[in-house]
Nanobody, 122 residues
Framework: QVQLVESGGGLVQAGDSLRLSCAASGRTFGTYTMAWFRQPPGKERDFGAAISSSGRKTYYSDSVKGRFTISRDNIKNTVHLQMNSLKPEDTAVYYC???????????????WGQGTQVTVSS
């Protein structure tokens, strides 16, 4: 069982940066692929970024590539999402997820956090 708790969301202006964190419980954190998803108001939840269990491989959606960076610390059981050059369309609830398998576009995530709100004003 893995519990995920996101933090770091808030209200920022377009062009600002924000760093989200996800703290995970459990001793097996280093075996999980970790990912960030987001759900804009009135829309479905979409993939944002993922990182392999070792941290050596990262994956990004086209909408965040070049602006967002995912990283992890397997000693502190945390995963981060550094978001730069934020746009109003980045406004969403951001969710942390863990999967006990390598990432692919069809990856099913085993655990989800409760989400943290990010609002970007124009």
């Amino acid at each position: 069982q893995v519990q995920l708790v996101e933090s770091g969301g808030g209200l920022v202006q377009a062009g600002d940066s924000l760093r989200l964190s996800c703290a995970a419980s459990g001793r097996t954190f280093g075996t999980y692929t970790m990912a960030w998803f987001r759900q804009p108001p009135g829309k479905e939840r979409d993939f944002g970024a993922a990182i392999s269990s070792s941290g050596r491989k990262t994956y990004y959606s086209d909408s965040v590539k070049g602006r967002f960076t995912i990283s992890r610390d397997n000693i502190k059981n945390t995963v981060h999402l550094q978001m730069n050059s934020l746009k109003p369309e980045d406004t969403a609830v951001y969710y942390c997820a863990a999967a006990g398998r390598p990432w692919s576009p069809q990856t099913t995530n085993d655990y989800w956090g409760q989400g943290t709100q990010v609002t970007v004003s124009s």
